[in-house]
């Protein structure tokens, strides 16, 4: 099953380049195991903090590169600039397309929510009945289930614009079709929103 990694690297104020570039070498290294997809520094949420998106072709994969950055003395190659870091494995939500690398954004939005107790399969029959209406006003990126942890919930959409976002946004919500209100009358779970946009290198821009 094809997973994938999300990390979260806090680094020192004014090094985002110098960071970058560490973890794209960090990344593309022989030893290295996976695909870099994202390398993205936040706009808007938590600022000096670089999002690193990895693929894996299977969990065994994902796991032994697991293996490397623990035994690591120098973390993605920016320990001298990394202030705190958080990663989570995930794996799908429904069926979508693989991800294709390229010019998407270059503003990402990554949206994050706890998952209801037991809820898993009433969110994923609302986003495949809703999603096909969103998509066409602007694409999905990527939905994905973490498997370690409190589990949760991400979906990330790339923009042209901030403006392109609010618009279509917008739009989804006056024609119905956004969002899905998968547990109607319910107050929301825990969320937690970011805008990236991509740091040189980065496979997805």
């Given at each position: 099953?094809?997973?994938?990694?999300?990390?979260?690297?806090g680094?020192?104020?004014r090094?985002?380049?110098?960071a970058?570039?560490a973890?794209l070498?960090?990344?593309?290294a022989?030893?290295a195991?996976?695909?870099?997809l994202?390398l993205w520094?936040?706009?808007?949420?938590?600022?000096n903090?670089?999002?690193v998106?990895r693929?894996y072709a299977?969990?065994?994969i994902q796991?032994a590169?697991?293996?490397?950055l623990a035994?690591s003395?120098d973390?993605f190659g920016c320990g001298?600039?990394?202030?705190?870091?958080?990663?989570?494995a995930?794996?799908?939500f429904?069926?979508?397309?693989p991800?294709?690398t390229?010019?998407?954004?270059?503003f990402?939005?990554?949206?994050?929510?706890?998952?209801?107790i037991g809820?898993?399969?009433k969110l994923?029959?609302?986003?495949r009945?809703?999603l096909p209406?969103?998509a066409a006003i602007?694409?999905?990126?990527t939905?994905m289930i973490?498997?370690?942890?409190v589990p949760r919930f991400?979906?990330i959409w790339?923009?042209?614009?901030m403006d392109?976002?609010?618009q279509?946004?917008?739009?989804?919500?006056a024609?119905?079709?956004?969002?899905p209100?998968a547990?109607?009358?319910?107050?929301?779970?825990r969320?937690?929103?970011?805008?990236?946009?991509?740091l040189?290198?980065?496979p997805?821009?």
């Amino acid at each position: 099953m094809t997973c994938y990694e999300l990390a979260y690297l806090g680094v020192a104020n004014r090094f985002h380049g110098e960071a970058a570039a560490a973890i794209l070498s960090y990344c593309k290294a022989d030893a290295a195991r996976g695909e870099l997809l994202g390398l993205w520094a936040a706009d808007v949420g938590d600022l000096n903090r670089i999002a690193v998106f990895r693929r894996y072709a299977a969990a065994e994969i994902q796991a032994a590169e697991r293996r490397r950055l623990a035994e690591s003395t120098d973390p993605f190659g920016c320990g001298g600039w990394l202030m705190d870091w958080s990663l989570t494995a995930y794996g799908p939500f429904i069926d979508l397309p693989p991800i294709e690398t390229g010019k998407r954004g270059p503003f990402y939005e990554v949206r994050t929510y706890d998952l209801r107790i037991g809820g898993l399969e009433k969110l994923r029959a609302a986003w495949r009945d809703r999603l096909p209406g969103r998509a066409a006003i602007s694409p999905l990126l990527t939905a994905m289930i973490s498997l370690e942890g409190v589990p949760r919930f991400t979906h990330i959409w790339p923009y042209p614009s901030m403006d392109a976002r609010t618009q279509a946004r917008d739009k989804a919500l006056a024609g119905g079709a956004w969002p899905p209100n998968a547990y109607p009358g319910q107050p929301p779970t825990r969320m937690r929103n970011f805008i990236f946009r991509p740091l040189p290198g980065s496979p997805l821009c």
